[in-house]
């Protein structure tokens, strides 16, 4: 019986090294394939005659050819461990490494999400002669050794909600939450509460949760992983890879392919390797901060030694989170720092924290994500430009303090008892004089002609349809800025005319004065980004900032470095972002523009970074912040995870702010796609979009593929954004200013001096 | 009385429509080199969201514009006379050959055969008790209906009225509403076919069923 199992371990030893390796490194599994066959002859032919100590022998060479070949992992090699069935699970965690647990809200396939497990688990801890349990909230994606039901990890919206709704739990009742993240990406679908808006939602709650959270980034695809991902400690084991999209996804839009035809294998591992997806990659540009070490070709679900490992990482990183804040540790922080590679389970810590150090724990937090990937992008500021923006900066806060906090409370205090008295002595008087007034009328009855005929002119203007006594209203055009597209003599057709008939438009006619909207059917025509910063945010006495802010190559992606510097000299900018402070109709503002122009508006590491910059100049100086997504096409991917960073740091940048009191506004235009829709933009309270623009999360090309299913050509479209309750409101291109001026007087914010 | 037979023959006679594609307004035409006998498909796709296939350009004030095949069929004729010229609009360009399919030719003789009553507006449509039970018992050929009769409930926001039948006597020849089924302004509720044509009607069906070709 022992025989037969341990023969059937080899085999699956065999066969996941096949698995891993597909047709490389032939000379070892043909030698391994060789021996087991060999074994497998002499059983079959003659039971029982496999004696334990060749089997012994076996394994002894399995184990050989497992640790030589673990030196010749590929990027690639490493993605197909990872999204193996026989790669540990989040069930096999909770199994091993807790010692005990409850699952929340599911068994098996009868749960809101089966890919998102939730588990309320606990550590017992010994502390002298006590045992203690120390209780956790367990949340990860769980791909269940393959069982198909579990979707490979791909977590639906909702399952993502549930997890925010149990991270919330966890923040009420004051237990850490460990997140572990198995996830090639999340489900690209737009039904409530939406792939990209949920993500975003997640992202600007853990932002500010006040819990440690620590995570475990087996399976780190993009969105769905940030999803979870947000943690003050993460982990890595060593065979996982973390990055901004998955290498099939890279190399398609590498090669340019679309619809059935598939990447090459090579292209796919060349992505791979570019993307620089691996743990010690991540570890090197500090976004994890502690890589685990697995097994030979990574954990499966019997290496318990790995187990035990995690379980002292995991409590380990828990003790440094908590300890970190903590008031009363004395020597126990000394011990926790120290205990790096030992002994973590000696030190006792209780995770309970009191207000203060939970309000430590999230500042540093957001600080630590504030200091990352600053590697990634280009200063150009000169030195003393950078010296006299800090001391800007500072006067700024030092004069939004005085203005606004210590005398703007005061005079508001003041203001409200005036006003309050005011009222007081209104009403009085209208008491007491009323009834004089009336009897004066009725003894001297004053003739109202006069009063008539001016209600009367009222009356005339309100009514009055036309003026045609003034000729026809032909005056210039009222926009500042006109496309150079409108230079054109030739004609365009909408696109509509086939359900709205509309007639062709005569193109200066339509870049110029209609402002690229069909006056037939209302389609928005795109249209320059230039045309909203000189017509919207007036531009030219605009004062631009971080001009010098460039975007640039940190990974050395193969010929990413020419096609940005086409980018730079066709657009005459040096990242999609562009920010700057503007007036709109008498509103002091500071806002920050995404240019589709500039390599599709998509978002690295500088454009991150402006961002930041941006909402960061806004709260200092109590402003209304406005994104204006003139289009973007997601996370720059040849940046890799320097790029999909910038969602957290992003949407932590914007919780500051709106927690600060500030008024944050999104308007999209043209098409906004994937992560930053799925962060810093979706997260906003207030979001808008121009008539015609599409918002989603990933694109129909990409939704077929991962989900089979065909979507409508409007499911991204901005009205069904709207009635799916993603965005806030559809504007005309042509109102764009008036709106935002009457958004600005109308919605929230606690900073908003300028009413 | 229709002759459903004669109506066949015509059909059979020729099996098919003639699409003339007509330039829709002034232009310069190119053509996309289609020759006569050539299939050309229509629009496909999931949403429709497909063109077919392309027949012309049409070009007018620099606005090149495409003319795809709306329906599945032949090319019958090609104006290659027009080819590089400026035309009218309203001038035939392309002539399609679209074979009758087989749901077409059982519409166009139910179409001529049946009369549809339609629902009056958009809600639940449920037959009057009596109706529903002679329904389920003996199918619905066995209902005979007439002006006037109360034939059907309408429910809508949990409201209900009866409604009466109008239009000419005969019997229930299909119903096109499910139970439960929220039916659209205008759309057909039941075909009512005269009593001694049933049987001519069903023949009909049942042939073209099973002898037409074109799917």
């Known amino acids: 019986m022992d025989t037969e199992r341990r023969i059937q371990d080899i085999k699956d030893r065999l066969s996941y090294i096949r698995d891993i390796f597909g047709g490389k490194e032939g000379d070892h599994i043909r030698l391994l394939t060789a021996k087991l066959g060999e074994v497998l002859g002499r059983e079959a032919a003659n039971p029982g005659s496999v004696q334990g100590e060749e089997l012994s022998r076996l394994e002894d060479l399995f184990d050989f050819s497992e640790r030589k070949l673990d030196t010749l992992l590929t990027p690639m090699d490493r993605v197909r461990i990872v999204r193996h069935p026989q790669r540990m699970c989040l069930k096999d965690i909770l199994e091993n490494v807790y010692d005990n647990y409850t699952e929340i809200g599911g068994r098996g396939e009868f749960n809101i999400d089966p890919s998102m497990l939730i588990a309320r688990a606990y550590f017992a801890r010994r502390v002298g002669e006590r045992v203690i349990n120390q209780m956790i909230m367990v949340i990860g994606q769980e791909k269940g050794h393959g069982e198909a039901f579990r979707n490979g990890g791909s977590v639906k919206p909702w399952g993502n909600a549930k997890a925010l709704h149990y991270m919330k739990v966890a923040e009420t009742e004051n237990i850490p939450v460990h997140t572990f993240v198995f996830t090639p990406g999340a489900y690209p679908i737009e039904d409530w509460p939406g792939a990209a808006q949920q993500i975003a939602r997640n992202l600007y709650e853990m932002a500010a949760l006040k819990a440690p959270v620590i995570s475990v980034f087996s399976e780190g695809g993009s969105g769905g992983a940030e999803a979870v991902g947000l943690a003050d400690r993460r982990i890595m084991p060593s065979h996982g890879y973390y990055s901004v999209i998955s290498p099939e996804g890279a190399a398609a839009i590498e090669g340019g392919l679309r619809g059935e035809t598939r990447a090459t294998p090579e292209l796919i591992e060349k992505c791979a390797r570019q993307l620089r997806i691996t743990a010690q990659d991540n570890l090197r540009n500090g976004y994890v901060d502690r890589v685990l070490q697995e097994p030979p070709l990574g954990a499966r679900s019997t290496h318990y030694e790995f187990f035990r490992e995690l379980r002292r990482e995991l409590i380990q990183a828990t003790n440094e989170a908590v300890s970190e804040v903590k008031s009363m540790k004395l020597f126990r922080a000394m011990a926790v720092r120290a205990s790096m590679a030992d002994d973590a389970e000696a030190i006792f810590m209780r995770w309970t924290l009191s207000a203060s150090a939970l309000r430590r724990l999230v500042e540093l937090r957001q600080r630590k994500y504030r200091a990352m990937s600053r590697h990634a992008c280009l200063d150009g500021t000169g030195f003393f430009k950078r010296i006299a923006t800090s001391a800007r900066g500072a006067v700024w806060d030092a004069h939004s303090f005085l203005r606004y906090d210590l005398l703007g409370r005061q005079k508001k205090r003041l203001d409200s008892m005036f006003e309050e008295l005011g009222a007081e002595a209104h009403l009085v008087r209208r008491k007491l004089l009323l009834p004089l007034k009336r009897a004066m009328d009725t003894i001297l009855p004053v003739g109202n002609g006069e009063q008539q005929k001016k209600g009367d002119e009222v009356r005339d203007r309100l009514t009055r349809l036309s003026c045609p006594e003034d000729g026809a209203c032909l005056v210039g055009s009222e926009w500042a800025w006109i496309s150079p597209r409108s230079q054109e003599d030739r004609t365009m057709s909408c696109p509509n005319v086939r359900t709205h008939h509309c007639p062709d438009l005569w193109v200066p006619d339509l870049f110029g004065d209609f402002a690229g909207v069909c006056p037939s059917c209302g389609h928005h025509f795109p249209m320059e980004y230039q045309w909203y910063i000189n017509n919207v945010f007036n531009f030219d006495p605009a004062r631009e900032f971080n001009q010098r802010l460039e975007s640039m190559n940190p990974l050395n992606y193969e010929q990413f470095d020419s096609k940005l510097d086409q980018a730079k000299e066709k657009t005459g900018l040096k990242s999609a972002c562009i920010t700057f402070e503007t007036a709109i109709n008498g509103v002091e503002t500071v806002v920050a523009v995404f240019c589709a122009p500039f390599r599709g508006g998509s978002v690295g590491a500088a454009e991150g970074e402006k961002f930041i910059r941006a909402a960061e100049r806004a709260a200092r100086k109590r402003q209304p912040f406005i994104a204006y997504v003139h289009g973007t096409a997601g996370i720059r991917i040849q940046e890799g995870v320097n790029g999909v960073i910038q969602m957290p740091r992003c949407t932590i940048a914007v919780r500051r702010y709106i927690d600060a009191g500030g008024l944050y506004l999104v308007l999209y235009d043209t098409n906004s796609y994937a992560g930053p829709v799925a962060s810093f933009l979706g997260c906003s309270p207030y979001q808008f979009a121009v008539q015609s623009a599409n918002i989603g999360f990933a694109g129909p090309g990409v939704i077929a593929e991962t989900t089979g299913m065909t979507v409508s050509p409007d499911y991204h479209s901005a009205y069904h954004a709207l009635s799916r309750g993603h965005i806030h409101g559809i504007w005309d291109r042509r109102e764009v200013k008036k709106n935002l001026h009457q958004s600005l007087l109308t919605m929230g914010g606690r900073n908003l001096y300028y009413r | ?215």
Not at chain 2, 11 to 37: D, M, N
Not at chain 2, 194 to 202: G, R
Request: net charge negative; hydrophobic share 35%; glycine share 8%.
């Open chain 2, 1 to 215: 009385m229709l002759n459903i037979k004669e109506l066949l023959d015509t059909v059979k006679a020729s099996p098919y429509r003639e699409i003339v594609i007509h330039a829709p307004h002034t232009g310069v035409v190119e053509f996309a080199g289609l020759k006569k006998g050539e299939r050309v498909h229509g629009r496909s796709g999931e949403y429709k969201e497909k063109p077919g296939t392309l027949l012309a350009h049409l070009t007018r004030e620099k606005n090149r514009k495409p003319l795809h095949a709306p329906e599945k069929g032949e090319i019958e004729a090609v104006r290659d006379d027009l080819e590089g010229r400026f035309v009218e609009a309203g001038e035939p360009l392309v002539t399609i050959k679209h074979f009758l399919t087989r749901q077409e030719v059982i519409e166009l003789v139910l179409q001529k055969a049946l009369y549809l009553f339609r629902a009056p507006e958009r809600a639940k449509y449920y037959f009057v008790p009596e109706v529903d039970q002679k329904l389920k018992v003996s199918g619905k050929r066995s209902v005979k209906v007439h002006e006037g009769m109360e034939l059907m409930i309408v429910s809508r926001m949990k409201r209900e009225t009866p409604l009466a039948y109008s239009g000419p006597g005969g019997i229930i020849y299909s119903v096109y509403f499910g139970r439960g089924d929220n039916v659209d302004e205008g759309e057909p509720l039941i075909g009512v076919c005269p009593e001694d044509q049933l049987t001519v009607i069903q023949d009909v069906v049942a042939r073209i069923q099973s002898e037409w070709e074109e799917e």
